[in-house]
């Protein structure tokens, strides 16, 4: 992104970028084996990518000074990859991964199911309930575009959660507001929590709601790493008047076989074993994208 | 520029909102004002600063929304509109993205209570209750038109959100002269003292009560007409002192459901505080849905207007006085 | 349309109901001229035709048994043009045109600002706050393909209306539910109530933004009584899989040149002098479609 | 089929509900089951009556109006999802949609109190004062997951709507042996009776009420447990004679904000009726955003675990009892 006056740190080439998203995939399965609740593994798989490349590539943000005005701003919508957040901006310097493991989801920890600003300052906003990240972001870029700033606003959402109105109201609002600075990323894993989107809420044609309500639209393999760094720096200026939304074709679970694509993988944890299963699953999966993954059987249950 | 006026004289409050947001706009440049597209009275800030007003059509979430948005970067924002509408479609919004992160975001409105005529759908009469159920909410409701402005210029030093309730707001008494009484969010006033029971009230009724205790007077009682228009935090001290003061004779008038507002507000105080009442009666809206009439006739037909009022102030200072029989069957 | 057991009764010609339309605006005048409170003028004129040709030509509905399971519903999703509805009604036979002028707005009238089914039966639902009806005419409609009733449910909203995120809600549903039974009119005046649309509120590519949500789209004039009887005529069969959308270009006011895509008339009343005046207006206007007013001067101030 | 079940027992109540609607879909053909997308438990009905089955994806706005479009046409809709959704952002279409016409629509959902360690977001914590606000609206808390179905059964015959709260639903120790108490939507249940306090309390606190009584009887002192899981309408009834036949002493415990839900019900009780009070002790949720923890720790945390609800008993009977230094500072 072409931002105005912080630096974007450290340029990574494509595939380093793919080994930070690996390492960050090899951290969330560590955890979600040592910690006892349930973690949010489907989707937070299925943004690791996209988490990667902006925490290394696309935002610029600085670990070491986390209020600086000039920083891009970046809104987790589907707050529940919270933990892979956590993780990505962990490595990117912003927290240490080995409290985001030791306390997460514990009493009075910074580190819980959804993102908390008010207790864990380097995140931009609280959020969980879906439909919420939108206009708060529609907000920021205001703010942005008002003080004359150049940074971006970036937000990802599920595409599960473009179900919510209040995310079509922001819709509206963006491009009403002519907010060339506001970029969304979603996550169109074709996945809900319980159901296969076109099972049951029919999300088609995707990309043409988008257009329709006058955003730019860029369409890309949301783990082909080559395709996310393009369409990063392919991002209109923000002086623009035309926000822009990269719609992220993507597997739930991805990386992992036998959660890919798998509604009982939602949300769950893993043992030892699983783990073992998991990571060795993870290795055998490295340099796929959303295209070498089957389509769904959509006639699996969900637990 | 404020608004100069008289005392007893007619005043849009609306007209004040418009134009002490286009005052404050001035000195606070980090104040923005937002609205789902009701934004008539806002058309001075708009013309002054259009590039912090934001309206967003029919979105009453996004305006929330958006407002948090703004506050998060450092902003002051405002949301103008229809509380029937803003309390109830945004209330997440308010909830998750506002009180949550304690932003400083302002929620100033119209239609509180069965004013308007507009039926069901466009009366906010259970608003009070449902803004006091957020923790770090700051809820008021404002009668005095002048007061108004004053409410939102006290509120710009909050860091966290307040919600203004006002009644329909074309055409308001001004009920205070000035410097008559020390207005200070979180502070009951006293807007008449009295000593044989003290009346509750906040909003577009406070002119009611004032009515009603003149009357009162007339029968040689003396009531104390308490404009409580904080409603959280709540003055408990007020209300403990009132208690004392007043005989423990309380009646409570709202346009408002009588259950989840003031008199609720109230009634917490009473029980925490252990104080021991002589009475307790509550006017306000009924378990019902009210239909179409104007403002006085909603009022009279359900139970909370001036003939009402007086006669619950009568019971109240009546002996044997627990009038059991007018709590409402079931709630 | 092609309703299963009821009857559409008395049939007209396009003729016949662009005078029943004139009639109906010419009484919405009347009551305008005598309440002495604000009525929703102007968002009445602009839906009198379509109100008019729903209720004398559309919908299959019965005065005399306004609860048959088989009418036709309808639901006025924007509730504010509730006097227009109800004085349509009133000249279908639902309801006595005196008994709405005498009581418009009075305590304990059943005839008030927003339609009220608990107080007034032949109403279908309890509306005025905008974004309500589209979900409820959902619900309606699934009730009669569930039952293998052939009825359609019909609603009318607003084109600011569609800026709520509740009604987006609604019309995913209705794709993903396959309603085929389910009508929405979209009066597509291109005013809220404080603002032109596109001027703070970007509505274009309005058509498209339901073809993206998956619908049938129709336009038409919706001034031109022919125009909006063909539409009719060619709605899909109720049985069918995709809803419809009716986006009918309008003119706030329409009839009365000072009204007309003005501002300061979204609510109003009329003075004796000033009704003398519209009622001049109206007749002067007879015949014209929206087409034939020109666009807005958005220069102008709301008041 | 109903679920049989054995005191003492962990029962999952997500299931009772999943089975429950299943059983009744059965006798009921005009049953419809509601979902935005939080259909896990209601599997067996979605696969017996998947025309009756609607699953609107992450629409909670869409899902209410639904349900309410389907009561409008004769149908009984239940609405089953996650609280703190629904009961905030769908809480206009609550209101005016199903409220308003006073509609069989049944709001059935987890995640009341601060239960799951979802965080902030994902608590329910003011739900049972947002829906107490609504005229026609029933509003229920439930801890035993037997009496979930029950209750659901009970609900068949309303005309007007229902809320019905449960915590996560996922263990829930049945409480009541069958046959044991009447149960009945609009009375309290005394759930072990006593003489010297009257703990009232609802849903995923009763059994540790029960307990906590249990340790005071080893004092000595004699508690009444009464699971007041009717919150609209109130037993004032049963209230007023508690007061009597346990002196005069109320502690009120709750996984709820202490004020605005059962705590602040009693008090409006004990205003409205003139009850002469002891002592009156809140143990709920205070005016925080409680953040994550499990459910057990946030309670200890914040002041209404186990401990602190033997503790408040034991200054209930304490002599000279008011306790006035526990009122929160500003609420
Ligand atoms: C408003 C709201 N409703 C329901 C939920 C519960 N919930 C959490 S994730 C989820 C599914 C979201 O689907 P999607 O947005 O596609 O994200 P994915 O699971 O694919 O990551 C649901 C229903 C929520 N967090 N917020
Ligand atoms: C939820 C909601 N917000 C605000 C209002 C107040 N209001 C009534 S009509 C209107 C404008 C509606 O615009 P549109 O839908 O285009 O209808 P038109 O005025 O053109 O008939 C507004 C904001 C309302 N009735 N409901
Ligand atoms: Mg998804
Ligand atoms: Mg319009």
Redesign the pocket.
């Known amino acids: 992104m072409t931002g105005a006056t912080l630096d974007i740190g450290e340029r990574h080439s494509v595939g380093e970028l793919t080994d930070l998203a690996y390492e960050l995939r090899r951290k969330l399965l560590e955890l979600c084996g040592t910690y006892e609740g349930a973690v ?1 593994i ?2 937070d798989l ?1 943004v690791a990518d996209i988490l990667t490349v902006l925490f290394h590539h696309g935002l610029r943000v600085d670990p070491d000074d986390i209020a600086n005005p000039a920083r891009d701003r970046f809104v987790l919508s ?4 919270a933990v892979c957040m956590y993780i990505a901006m962990a490595m990117r310097g912003f927290f240490s991964y080995d409290e985001i493991v030791d306390t997460y989801g514990q009493l009075d920890s910074a580190y819980g199911m959804h993102p908390c600003k008010v207790q864990l300052p380097g995140v931009e906003a609280s959020t ?4 919420h990240g939108l206009p708060l972001a529609v907000g920021m870029a205001l703010s942005a575009r008002h003080r004359g700033e150049k940074h971006r606003v970036v937000t990802l ?5 473009t179900g ?1 109105g209040s995310v079509w109201e922001a819709v509206m609002a963006g491009r009403s507001q002519k907010l060339g600075n506001l970029v969304a990323f979603v ?1 169109r ?1 074709r ?3 319980t159901s296969f989107a076109e099972e049951r809420v029919m999300f088609e044609p995707y990309p043409d709601k988008w257009r329709a309500f006058g955003w730019n639209v860029i369409e890309v393999d949301g783990h082909d790493m080559a395709q996310l760094v393009d369409a990063i720096d392919r991002l209109p200026d923000p002086d623009s008047d035309v926000p822009t939304v990269v719609v992220c074709e993507t597997v ?1 679970g991805k990386g992992v076989d036998f959660m890919e694509r798998n509604l009982a993988w ?1 949300a769950g944890s893993l043992g030892a074993d699983d783990l073992s299963r998991a990571l060795a699953a993870l290795d055998a999966s490295r340099g796929t994208t959303a295209a070498d993954v089957p389509p769904a059987d959509t006639h699996e249950e969900a637990r | 520029m404020p608004v100069t006026f008289t005392f007893g004289e007619m005043l849009s409050a609306r007209s004040v909102i418009g134009s002490t947001l286009a005052e404050l706009g001035e000195t606070h440049e980090n104040l923005w004002v937002l609205t789902p597209d009701i934004g008539a009275t806002l058309v001075e800030f708009r013309d002054k600063y259009p590039d912090r007003f934001v309206d967003v059509g029919l979105a009453e979430q996004a305006c929330v929304g958006i407002a948090a948005g703004l506050a998060y970067d450092g902003n002051i924002p405002v949301v103008s509109g229809m509380l029937p509408f803003l309390s109830m479609r945004a209330l997440e919004q308010v909830r998750t993205d506002v009180c949550y992160p304690d932003l400083p975001v302002k929620i100033i409105g119209t239609h509180g209570g069965l004013v308007g005529n507009g039926g069901s759908t466009h009366y906010a009469v259970e608003d009070l209750s449902l803004m006091c159920s957020l923790t770090n909410m700051t809820v008021t409701s404002i009668g005095d038109p002048v007061m108004v402005g004053e409410i939102i210029r006290q509120s710009m030093h909050m860091t966290g959100p307040i919600y203004i309730r006002l009644a329909v707001g074309k055409k308001d008494k001004v009920l205070y002269e000035e410097g008559q009484h020390e207005i200070r969010i979180g502070k009951g006033i006293v807007a008449r003292d009295g000593s044989d029971v003290t009346l509750f009230t906040h909003g577009t009724t406070v002119a009611q009560a004032l009515e009603a205790a003149e009357q009162l007077a007339q029968d040689g009682v003396s009531v104390r007409v308490v404009d409580m228009f904080t409603l959280k935090p709540i003055d408990a001290e007020l209300i403990e002192r009132c208690a004392a003061e007043t005989g423990g004779r309380f009646v409570v008038l709202e346009d408002h459901l009588s259950y989840g507002g003031l008199a609720t507000r109230v009634a917490d105080v009473v029980a925490d505080r252990g104080i021991r009442l002589e009475s307790f009666e509550r006017l306000g809206i009924p378990q019902v849905y009210a239909g179409f009439g104007e403002d006085e006739q909603l009022r009279d037909k359900h139970g909370y207007g001036l003939s009402a009022t007086v006669a619950a102030l009568r019971r109240a200072v009546a002996p044997a006085t627990r009038a059991a029989a007018d709590e409402p069957a079931a709630v």
Request: aromatic share 0%.
């Open positions: 949010h489907g989707g299925s589907k707050g529940h990859a969980g309930s879906l439909g959402l599920g595409d599960g959660e919510e996550d894993n996945q809900l929590m739930k939602h």
